[in-house]
């Protein structure tokens, strides 16, 4: 009988999320729906409005407006589900719908990543290399670079579900977590998974460490040109063009290193607390820094508040 149980075959998961705390599932269903209604105006905004501004199609909005379309790519698939599960007594996900929603939130992930790296290139040779900036950022230039950020992305998830979706599940389908984060699904295999962790580390390394040390990098010669500029006044503006992806930039990955970083507790209910903890820590993660992007960048640009003016106006004024 036990042998029977083992070979038996999963199709679908049962999505954990917070059934054991009931009260709180309302609250983060009000809050997590808000914000995600924040998260698709406001990157919505920012799309309409560097598209229909001709003044903004130049490369640094161009990436602005694929990192916003990517914001509401990377909410969309998981929020409702996971908003899903807040009111489902029980939240079940078939086995094809989790590869599906595991591949789009690591695809979105990963592509982010790149993408940060790539506006931090952008950056670095507008402040650098003023002269040669429209030589080297030309339309040729940074539309196959934001289009190579969606691929690479979309490859390195491809290998990542593959590998985990191909792995047999023998009974235990119980995902402790709001969607089918790949880690969490890992846990329930019932093989080795030591060529996903591999995989997932060596990952980790080309989206995670390289383009932060890109950033770094960039940002060390940017910081040295600006305050080699003469004027006080020169010096402001140079940072204000950079000031935005930098906040962006500390905010994205910051959350990560807080994820991640935080040391495990040893002690049962504390592991329990901190579980919850980390739960609702991920769960903010996907929801706060698509819903910060745009406010920072609305916030701290001159060309986007104007921008978004003279939209309202003609608006306004066509009516």
């Known amino acids: 009988m036990e042998s029977a149980n083992q070979t038996i075959s999963v199709t679908e998961f049962i999505l954990l999320g917070l059934s054991a705390h009931p009260k709180l599932e309302k609250t983060f269903f009000v809050l997590i729906l808000l914000m995600y209604i924040v998260i698709l105006l406001g990157n919505g905004l920012l799309i309409l409005v560097t598209v229909s501004v001709s003044r903004l199609h130049t490369p640094m909005y161009y990436f602005l407006g694929n990192l916003s379309f990517l914001d509401i790519c990377y909410t969309t698939s998981s929020v409702p589900l996971t908003l899903d599960s ?19 939130s690591f ?64 009974g235990n389908n119980i995902i402790n977590h709001f969607t089918c984060e790949i880690l969490a699904v890992l846990k ?99 929801v706060v820094t698509p819903m910060l992007n745009p406010i920072i960048y609305s916030l701290r640009n001159k060309d986007v508040k104007a921008a978004v003016k003279t939209l309202v106006s003609q608006k306004c004024f066509t009516q």
């Not at 807040?86 to 789009?104: D, E, Y």
């Not at 998974?193 to 995989?199: A, H, K």
């Open 86 to 104: 807040f009111l489902t007594p029980r939240k079940t996900i078939s086995f094809s719908a989790c590869a599906v929603q595991m591949f789009l």
């Open 107 to 170: 695809a979105m992930g990963a592509t982010e990543c790149v993408l940060l790296g790539m506006m931090a290139f952008d950056r670095y040779v507008a402040i650098c290399n003023p002269l040669r900036y429209p030589a080297v950022m030309s339309k040729a230039a940074y539309v196959p670079m934001a289009v190579s950020s969606w691929a690479a992305g979309s490859a390195a998830s491809m290998v990542q579900t593959s590998l985990a979706m191909r792995l047999p599940f023998c």
């Open 188 to 286: 329930l295999a019932c093989a080795d998974i030591s060529i996903n962790v591999i995989s997932m580390g060596v990952t980790n390394v080309i989206f995670l460490g390289v383009p932060v040390l890109f950033i770094f990098v960039s940002y060390i010669f940017i910081l040295a040109t600006i305050l080699r500029i003469p004027s006080a006044e020169g010096r402001k503006k140079a940072f204000s063009t950079c000031s935005a992806h930098l906040v962006v930039v500390v905010v994205f990955y910051g959350t990560i290193l807080f994820m991640y970083g935080k040391p495990k507790s040893k002690d049962p209910l504390g592991a329990d607390k901190q579980d919850v903890s980390d739960k609702l820590t991920s769960l903010f993660y996907g």
